[in-house]
């Protein structure tokens, strides 16, 4: 909607209703072939916008010859960078140039352009018939025609013995390309159920790998990532097996004795001088349980949030897991190093089907 | 026409080149007459058809971008120690994928930029295939003829979720690995099938060696591929079915105004090609988007706060975080509703819902006419009202996706802040729904009120009696195009019901009740002039509100309940109206 310049000055018009100036102008010409004219709508105007097209264009030449310098001027990595030099910030620099370089010669490729359709081109608005979609009657007819008739000498509607052994013929075939994938991998079998944890099997600190002995964990509040002996490069065992150690202070920790479906899942008689050993892979989809509140006893996932109650068996009370993290039964082995008593009594990790 | 082309050779030298390149093709593949056609393809101009295209565009951008990335990439699990540009990172044991991901960001000039173009695409493809398809459902372009490219359209839509995801899952860094932790465990979830589809998928336990290369060949190959198809079909249908147009003067259901593809769009398009490109650069110059190197190489144990996904899945991590624990167990098995809602729920309503609209609507309007001019948004009111219904249902998931970030930044609790989601997220579509109709229904009637009275000028006359009046001046013609495209859906089944209110056989049953309702709601409009029709400018009709006001509604089977609350409502209404 155009607005004439000369719209006279009154109260403000309120959004969305139309201007109150009149508004005559039809710019499309009455005649279905209007007169062939290539002239710019204002040959004035036209003069500067091909001066301010071409200038643009000419930045964007610029802009590119820039680019293409900038990636033979600036050098990344380490192999063509002299020694000493920060690699990291050659990448950014060169990123910078070559991304403002290639900036300007698109977007000024792009004003060119639009400033070229609007200001040279005369405002041309053509007008085209739409056709109906559907076939004419008749052309229906004879197209159903002859597809009837050609399934009638193929005698496919005739002969259903011919068509429905065909069909069976193919139905072993569709269904190979599903069996092929079958090999992708094992079946689950009952992997999800166990993990690498077994009795006398030593807790290492995650990363250092370091043995731990209860007085080592001194100050009651902490949470450590710990992970079985020797298994810290095997990452599908750690996926299932990390666990959290927390020490609290003698008295705040009441863990019940619960048990599932006749299994025990949780006893204070795991805990070794008051270190409870929790799963570190949230029951709900699987991410690490990281963040730890000492003052209200909460683990918290980062994830999606579920909070569980470390100083109650770690029980949820808030969030989307379903389940207790389960707790892994904890002992001290010969030398004096806290070690699993036994593998985790239920399955670790988000919940599935098979689980029960 | 062939009149036109001797009149244009008067004006126009053909240059030599056209005719005898053009000549030299035409020998050999007849094409003058359908390119010619293609040349004077009309394409009508409104703002928002240069949504989908933005989606084209980036599209574009992501196919020559992923092209250049795959050259440097090795999707590989395969452990090496890193020595690159990156020291922070020196000497740390990580996959051939994360390694080579440093190695193009720091070690490849012009990688870390394509990279981070190639990042921003994929962002700005979602974003414009949102847009567009709101853009199509809220002005009902996807009607008939036109289903099949709205099917299409959502199959993209999902299709670019399931890329994306892939895609930034392939570098292996901190944050990737943790997305595809959690989409383990929702595969986990899955009843019955759970387990083996995490099995086959990961080539057995999480995280394997076998996703990468896995994920690299549908991410570059399969999807990217089966994307492309669709998109040449969906150019193909819009340009066999031609363009819908917005609803203005000239503009009919038979005809389509624009401008010709040759030189028009083309320049257009270009320089749109070129905007939306330089965008992207702009972005990825100056706005860092996945710094992977800053996460580290992925490993089971760690995690950072607030790990969010891009922003097109946070509609599913969002209904993670909402739902309440929930988890039946039985007969030995586990069905985890927790996980299984937010999988299946949010996707089922959006796509789902989206996929079935058109034929829901045709179902209940028993519309079978074909559609090529688009409704304003206020022209259907329930469509509109389901539209913003389920905008809303999605806008709360999504916000809910970032509920750490938010409870952080506006210190809300966090748990408070989840209980507020869970109950937005039933309760807002609702009250959306009710709030939008209304609004539509006001606006209907505010046009009603403009095509009758004209528009206020804000020129106040004294009258000879000393009384003063405001101006108002009829509305010109193509003001009151848009305003009178407006038709009210038939009620169906239209003859209906006999005198005696027996419904007519069709109407009968639990569908047929269901259908009369639904009906009845799609027809509520507000009719555009008491006498039905828009040769009146201001036709001094001030005070007769109630005769023409329930055309629509008198032709319900349902009868004088019906009238009142058509009326009662349309009261409402005018207040609604006004105080927007």
């Known amino acids: 909607m155009s607005e004439t310049p000369e719209e006279p000055v009154g109260p403000r018009r309120v959004i969305g209703t139309p201007s109150t100036a009149p508004v005559a102008v039809d710019t499309r010409p009455e005649s279905a ?51 000493g030099a920060n690699g990291v910030v050659a990448a950014l620099r060169s990123n910078m140039a070559l991304g403002s370089a290639l900036s300007v010669a698109l977007l000024a490729l792009g004003a060119g352009s639009i400033i070229w359709v609007r200001q040279l081109t005369p405002d041309i608005e053509i007008e085209e018939e739409r056709h109906d979609l559907n076939s004419a009657p008749a052309d229906r007819a004879a197209f159903q025609q002859d597809f009837a008739e050609g399934a009638a000498i193929s005698q496919v509607t005739r002969r259903p013995l011919v068509r429905r052994t065909m069909l069976l013929a193919t139905a072993p075939l569709a269904l190979a390309p599903l069996v092929l994938l079958r090999d992708l991998g094992p079946l689950p079998q009952t992997d999800l159920r166990h993990t690498v944890w077994k009795k006398g099997l030593r807790v290492v600190v995650n990363n250092t790998e370091r043995p731990l002995r209860p007085a080592d964990i001194s100050t009651p509040g902490s949470m450590i990532t710990v992970i079985p002996e020797g298994f810290q490069d095997d990452a599908d065992a750690l996926a299932k097996a990390g666990v959290i150690l927390i020490k609290f202070a003698p008295g705040e920790l009441h863990i019940p004795s619960n048990y599932d479906g006749g299994t025990l899942v949780s006893s204070m008689n795991w805990t070794v001088d008051n270190i409870v050993a929790y799963s570190k892979i949230c029951t709900h989809v ?62 670790v990790g988000p919940s599935f089907w098979e689980r029960g | 026409m062939s009149d036109t082309t001797t009149a244009k050779n008067d004006a ?83 996959s051939q994928a994360y390694a080579t991901t440093l190695n193009l960001s720091f070690d490849v000039r012009g990688g870390l930029l394509v990279r981070q173009i190639h990042h921003w695409a994929a962002i700005m493809f979602m974003v414009a295939i949102m847009a567009h398809m709101l853009r199509v459902f809220f002005t009902g372009a996807y009607r008939k003829p036109r289903e099949v490219n709205w ?38 979830g899955i009843p019955i099938v759970g387990t083996y589809l995490a099995y086959f998928f ?144 949010p996707l089922g309503v959006i796509l789902g819902g989206a996929a079935l609209w058109p034929f829901f609507e045709q179902w209940a309007t028993g519309d079978k006419r074909f559609h090529h001019i688009n409704d304003r948004p206020r022209d259907a009111p329930v469509r509109t009202a389901t539209g913003v219904a389920a905008v809303t249902f999605y806008g709360v998931l999504w916000a809910e996706s970032a509920n750490d970030l938010i409870a952080d930044k506006f210190t809300i609790p966090l748990y408070t802040l989840t209980w507020i989601a869970r109950v937005l997220v039933v309760a807002g579509p609702a009250v959306a729904f009710v709030l939008t109709r209304r609004v539509c229904l006001g606006l209907q009637r505010k046009d009603s009120a403009m095509l009758r009275h004209g528009v206020e000028t804000g020129i106040v006359r004294q009258l000879p009696d000393g009384g003063f009046v405001e101006e108002r001046r009829p509305l010109t013609d193509q003001e009151r195009a848009p305003l009178l495209a407006r038709q009210a859906p038939a009620l169906w089944p239209a003859p209906g019901s006999d005198d005696g209110g027996v419904p007519a056989p069709p109407a009968r049953g639990i569908a047929g009740r269901a259908r009369v309702t639904a009906s009845r709601a799609f027809a509520e409009t507000v009719p555009l002039l008491p006498n ?40 409402e209404l005018a207040i609604v109206a006004s105080s927007f």
């Not at chain 2, 989908?52 to 980036?58: D, F, V, Y």
């Open chain 2, 202 to 345: 990961f080539g057995g336990e999480f995280p394997g060696t076998a996703v990468i290369p896995r994920m690299y060949i549908l991410h570059v190959f399969l999807i990217p591929g089966i994307i492309l198809a669709l998109v040449t079909a969906h150019l193909f249908i819009m340009f066999h079915q031609k363009h819908t147009q917005m609803p203005a003067k000239g503009n009919t259901e038979k005809n389509v105004v624009g401008q010709p593809f040759f030189p028009y769009f083309l320049l257009k398009g270009q320089a749109w090609f070129f905007f939306i490109f330089g965008t992207l650069v702009v972005l990825a110059t100056f706005a860092q988007i996945n710094p992977v190197w800053m996460y580290g190489p992925y490993t089971p144990l760690a995690i950072s706060a607030a790990s969010q996904p891009d922003w097109y899945l946070g509609i599913l991590d969002g209904a993670l975080r909402v739902m309440p624990p929930w988890e039946v167990n039985f007969l030995g098995h586990t069905l985890t509703l927790s996980l299984l809602i937010p999988f299946i729920v």
């Open chain 1, 33 to 83: 072939e209007p007169t062939f004219s290539a002239d710019p709508p204002d040959a004035k105007s036209a003069k500067n916008a091909e001066r301010v097209v071409a200038a643009l264009f000419v930045l964007a030449f610029l802009a590119g010859c820039g680019f293409i310098a900038a990636y033979i001027g600036l050098e990344v990595g380490d192999s063509t960078l002299p020694k």
């Open chain 2, 12 to 94: 126009v030298k053909i240059p030599a080149p056209v005719s005898g390149v053009g000549g030299w093709l035409d020998d050999r593949f007849h094409g003058a007459k359908g390119v010619r056609v293609l040349l004077k393809k009309v394409f009508p101009d409104h703002w928002s058809f240069m949504l989908g295209e933005i989606a084209l565009w980036s599209f574009v951008v992501l196919l020559l971008t992923g092209t250049y990335l795959a050259l440097f990439f090795n999707p590989s699990a395969a452990e090496v120690v890193y020595h690159g540009s990156y020291t922070k990172l020196d000497g740390i044991t990580m």
């Open chain 2, 532 to 571: 039905g029709n828009g040769d009146g400018r201001d036709n001094g009709y001030h005070n007769g509100h109630g005769t023409g006001e329930h055309t629509a509604a008198e032709a319900a089977p349902g009868g004088p309940a019906r009238l009142n609350r058509g009326s009662d409502s349309a009261d």
């Open chain 2, 151 to 188: 099917l299409i359209g959502v199959v993209l839509f999902t299709l670019g979720l399931l890329e994306g995801l892939f895609g930034y899952s392939l570098p292996d860094d901190q944050l990737s690995g943790a997305g595809l932790r959690i989409t383990e465990g929702v595969m986990q």
């Open chain 1, 286 to 347: 699987g991410c690490p349980v990281a963040l730890y509140e000492q003052t209200t006893h909460h683990i918290l996932c980062p994830c999606h949030q579920s909070t569980f109650d470390a100083a109650n068996g770690a029980n949820v009370i808030f969030g989307p897991a379903a389940r207790a993290l389960p707790q892994l039964p904890l002992m001290l082995d010969a030398n004096g190093y806290l070690a699993a008593a036994s593998d985790f009594t239920q399955p």
